[in-house]
């Protein structure tokens, strides 16, 4: 008797088969657990940049899981984890996190990879001198590296951290050192990113248009939407400065849904600045209104940027040109105090990496001198065991150290001769004298010219200071010089650079500071000087003095052109009767 399964057994045999199935399938999943977790964290660290979205999910939902991984999987999701706390703007936690790692038993490859990536989330979080140090200390374990990828992936933080610094040609440096064969497509977008902002803040792109393109269209084959809308943004600025706003706009709007969905706020904070400025040149200010104040909505973490500082002079023009002197007074002197702060960082960043240079440099000449100590001591073991030619052996050694005692003398001269000439301020009013001032200025020029950055010079002298002298003693007139200084010093900003030309002629030059700002101080100088109250000095008399103001959009980056027009601005004060501000114009 044949059995049909199919009709009398059905429901038995059913029954029996998916139960088998589910035995075989939670199997199987048992099985290959420890892979398919191995897989999704090698997909999350593949896609961190091009799809952050999945990248995060990815990574809570390994975190939920977290007791089944193996310790290895563990440090590796931690590390990426921190990546991800990072990316959305919780850089104190993300620090926690990669510093634990560094502590921990976590293997080597791991550990550097943390260690790479915590020297970039303290370059955002603004913590620039370990920052460095970190940074300082993965270059110099670069070349022990021979995994490709990851000596790729720390040649891409590398470069970006040293942008961060502002260090464009070091980043340059690093970019083109990944060989283009061995990148694949998301090296190949990243480095050409990378190479566009360098050469453009270094003023060496030529060829502008095509590279855009072709960057655009490497980053959109590596599915890399965040780098292709910073190229987009760097098109968006060039449109810009060249006056095409227009152009401008057409970029940037069609993308901004991408853009704002990558939720990473540095490029969008960047994006909503260039609309506003465009809208702005349009003619259209509620527009540029809009997105000036969705810019400024992203700022926490970016209070020290260029946007936000563009944001704040845009609004300030807005109500201004509107008539809402209130407003625009507000948003000037948040204008002000942006501008200070993302000044007063950049100083912080060159000073944090000079420090690491000169730590480098150090640390080099200490590895030199051990090893000439290490040749010394061969010397005296050859001495030691070679008493036929001692007198030879002692000679040699006596003429090598006087030979390093005059290197070593000679190089320890040239450096307090430099450091004196640095230490040259002026001893009556403690502010640099005329030789060292030319020293900063000379420096501040190249740095400005190099970077695109504004500057202003502001020339001035004390009117009738010869009587002040005459009637009263030099002790007074000194007493009137020192509380000039000091009224002015109360004012300006901490990287400006102040000197005493002499007699009572003073100067300040202001790095990153635009012509209408470096007018503003002038008149704010002028004002505290003529309001002194003299009656501490012992003596009732009137101080005031004529300024002159240039900048290097009129007068260029040249020191003496500078300081030459400044100087006939403040002639023509003196010649329309004193105690007033000139601009410099070249009729004068």
């Not at 374990?141 to 000596?151: A, H, R, V």
């Not at 190949?188 to 792109?205: R, Y």
């Not at 970029?251 to 991408?258: A, C, E, Q, S, Y």
């Not at 004060?573 to 009729?587: A, D, E, L, Q, Y």
Request: hydrophobic share 40%; aromatic share 10%.
């Amino acid at each position: 008797m044949r059995i049909n399964l199919f009709t009398a057994s059905k429901p038995h045999f059913l029954f029996q088969g998916l139960l088998a199935l589910f035995l075989l399938f939670q199997l199987s999943a048992y099985a290959n657990n420890t892979l398919t977790i191995d897989q999704q964290l090698a997909h999350a660290d593949q896609i961190r940049s091009s799809d952050p979205q999945a990248f995060s999910r990815i990574i809570e939902e390994l975190n939920s899981q977290h007791q089944q991984l193996s310790t290895t999987q563990q440090d590796l999701l931690k590390y990426l984890h921190a990546y991800n706390t990072a990316f959305a703007g919780q850089f104190d936690k993300a620090i926690k996190l990669s510093k634990e790692i560094l502590l921990s038993n976590a293997n080597a490859a791991v550990k550097f990879r943390t260690k790479l990536t915590l020297a970039n989330i303290l370059a955002l979080a603004k913590n620039w001198p370990e920052s460095m140090h970190y940074l300082s200390d993965v270059i110099a374990k670069l070349p022990e590296i021979s995994d490709q990828k990851l000596y790729q992936k720390s040649v891409e933080v590398i470069t970006l951290t040293y942008k961060l610094y502002g260090q464009y040609e070091q980043a340059l440096l690093f970019a083109n050192k990944m060989p283009p064969q061995k990148m694949g497509t998301r090296g190949d977008c990243f480095i050409k990113t990378q190479v566009l902002e360098a050469k453009l803040k270094l003023n060496q792109l030529t060829d502008f248009h095509p590279f855009i393109n072709q960057s655009i269209k490497s980053c959109e084959l590596a599915k890399e939407s965040m780098w292709a809308n910073f190229i987009r943004s760097y098109l968006a600025t060039n449109y810009l400065e060249n006056n095409a706003p227009t152009k401008a706009l057409d970029v940037l709007l069609i993308h901004l849904p991408d853009i704002e969905a990558t939720g990473y706020p540095r490029l969008t904070i960047e994006a909503y600045a260039s609309i506003a400025r465009a809208f702005w040149l349009k003619g259209k200010g509620a527009k540029a209104e809009e997105f000036a104040l969705k810019a400024l909505n992203h700022v926490k973490g970016l209070e020290t940027t260029k946007p936000v500082v563009d944001a704040y002079y845009l609004l300030y023009q807005i109500k201004k040109s509107k008539s809402n002197h209130e407003a625009a007074l507000d948003y000037h002197e948040k204008y002000t105090l942006a501008d200070k702060a993302y000044m007063d960082e950049t100083a912080a960043k060159h000073l944090a990496y000079q420090m690491a240079e000169h730590k480098a440099a150090e640390h080099k000449q200490q590895i030199e001198l051990l090893g000439e100590q290490n040749k010394l001591l061969k010397v005296e073991q050859q001495l030691a065991n070679s008493e036929a030619e001692n007198n030879r052996l002692i000679i040699t050694l006596l003429a090598a150290i006087i030979a390093l005692l005059l290197f070593f003398g000679y190089r320890s001269w040239l450096n307090q001769r430099r450091l004196k000439e640095l230490a040259e301020f002026d001893v009556l009013t403690g502010i640099f004298n005329r030789g060292h001032f030319s020293h900063v200025a000379e420096s501040a020029l190249t740095y400005c010219q190099n970077t695109g950055q504004e500057l202003s010079v502001i020339i001035f002298d004390l009117d009738f200071f010869k009587l002040i002298n005459d009637k009263h003693g030099h002790a007074c007139g000194d007493w009137a010089l020192k509380r000039t200084v000091e009224v002015c010093q109360s004012i300006g900003r901490k990287n400006d650079i102040f000197a005493r030309l002499g007699g009572e002629e003073f100067c300040i030059l202001l790095p990153g500071c635009d012509l209408s700002t470096a007018t503003l101080l002038a008149e704010q100088c002028r004002k505290e000087i003529e309001d002194i109250d003299t009656k501490t000095s012992g003596f009732h008399f009137k101080i005031t003095a004529s300024f002159g103001v240039t900048d290097a959009k009129k007068s260029g980056y040249d020191l003496e052109k500078l300081l030459a027009d400044a100087d006939s601005a403040a002639y023509s004060s003196k010649h329309n009767g004193r105690n007033r501000v000139t601009i410099f114009s070249p009729k004068d």
